[in-house]
């Protein structure tokens, strides 16, 4: 078993910014969250933490694989400053069973000239910009490099908000149109927030960390309701395959915002 100091003084050197370092509770729950994506629990995760490269979270995984925390060989995606941490295998199965309706992911309009929150069907944009990544992902690492980077010409018409959903095997996620704004209609609207908490048991602490947060209109929930049971089983059953992570917990909160930004 690996000291939980170990991990933090990686991450700290790894992912340093600006001589700015990261909290010691910030790099159990990035560390949560990659494990839980090399046991497959996962699919991916993107990295909110500070604004480390795509090259310096690389060289973070691959201490992690030093130190035996990690597995698998995990790759790195970066679309417009923004960087994900994924499984390859488990990816790639994942978009391979939504481009065959194996799987769902429910896209919900919030577009800002709509008045609520609406259900929408899975576009043919939306699909081929699946099929798009879904390419980079298995021909796009360079043999150099486990850096995927995704030039703007590709990503320029696509909705990130919706992709980032997607990749991060939410049940469902928003759309609206951006050829119209980046505003939403979500404000002052009644949202149940769905929140997935595990505990790493390492040697020297009992850590818990919240593997996933997201949200859905309230008022949706009912349609929704058999999709979500599912989806948490799913969840449930590929976290019980392991034995690292344990103490699974979902709860669901209702929130009212004056404002979300997406």
Known sequence: MVASSLIVIAAQKCLCVRKKRLSS????????????????????????????????IQLFLKSLQELGIVKNTLRVLSIDDNTIIFNPTAMESYLNELLQNKQRVFLIDVSPYRKQPVLTDFEERIEDMIKSLSGLIINGVDESSSVIVVNNEMYNEWNLCTLFGILLGYPATYW???????????????????????????????????????????????????????????????????????????????????????
């Open 25 to 56: 509770s910030t790099c159990l729950n990035l560390t949560v969250q990659i494990l839980a994506v090399d046991l497959g629990v996962k699919y991916a995760v993107l990295y909110d933490c500070n604004a480390a490269s795509p090259e310096q």
């Open 176 to 262: 609206f149109d951006q050829t119209k704004g980046f505003e939403n209609c979500l404000s002052m609207i009644p949202l149940a927030t769905c929140t997935v908490r595990v505990k790493w048991q390492i040697n020297d602490i009992d850590h818990c960390s919240c593997l996933y947060s997201f949200s859905i209109p309230d008022e949706l929930w009912g349609e929704l309701q058999t999709h979500m049971q599912q989806w948490t089983e799913s969840l449930r059953e590929r976290f019980n395959k392991q034995t690292i992570l344990s103490d699974f917990c979902f709860t669901r909160d209702i929130i009212t915002l004056p404002a979300v930004t997406l």
